[in-house]
């Protein structure tokens, strides 16, 4: 199977997490990309497995050596993608999957096109978003709304992205999800479309 990328967005709560997990045995070999940031562990995670956590200084050294796919500052911290980690795993024919915000799918996009595929995943209401924030209880309410608030100008990117998961049942959702992840492999890159086109004439 040859690598691929498949870049997840949405809004914080929309259980992207959960319907990876849900779909893992269906999706063949992939590496879920761990972003680095400035922010502090919540209780329970840890470094390189949740994220690389590191100070502001060693991210800006990393964005000065070039060493990010993509970067951006959220709620004042730093989050990126380190390329080391991603070439390694597209070169042993892995699905590179990445779950970031909408202004690292730009990012993600511009440098990487020909090999991203990607996803919008969302909650079926804004309703229905809040009442998962709440209902988990993982931060406080300022941190709740300012997350609310980043939802609203995030679904209005949709139409940037290649697909748009439902998750309103996370059955159904890991469903449509394992059926993306694996056309994504499918995906052919101008130059293997030449390349293609080539050996057809020939």
Not at 31 to 54: C, K, L, N, W
Not at 61 to 72: D, H, M, R, W
Not at 182 to 191: C, P, T, V
């Amino acid at each position: 199977m040859k690598g691929a990328i498949l870049v997840l967005s949405g809004p914080s709560g929309a259980g992207k997490s959960t319907i990876i997990h849900h779909a893992s045995s269906k999706i063949g070999e992939y590496y879920f990309s761990i972003s680095t940031t400035t922010r502090q562990p919540r209780a329970g995670e840890e470094h390189g497995v949740d994220y690389y956590f590191v100070t502001h200084s060693e991210f800006e050294e990393g964005i000065k050596a070039g060493e990010f796919l993509e970067y951006a500052t959220v709620h004042g911290n730093y989050y990126g993608t380190s390329l080391k980690p991603v070439h390694k795993a597209l070169e042993e024919g892995k699905l590179v999957i990445f779950d970031i915000d909408v202004q690292g799918h730009r990012l993600v996009r511009a440098k990487m096109g020909d090999y991203v595929t990607s996803a919008f995943i969302t909650p079926p209401t804004l309703s229905e978003l809040k009442k998962r924030l709440y209902a988990r209880s993982t931060d406080d309410t300022s941190i709740i709304e300012r997350r609310i608030e980043n939802a609203k100008v995030e679904i209005n990117a949709v139409g940037e992205f290649d697909f748009v998961i439902i998750n309103d049942t996370v059955e159904l959702a890991s469903e449509q999800f394992a059926t993306i992840a694996n056309a994504a492999r499918l995906k052919q890159s101008r130059e293997e479309l030449e390349n293609l086109i080539l050996h057809w004439k020939n």
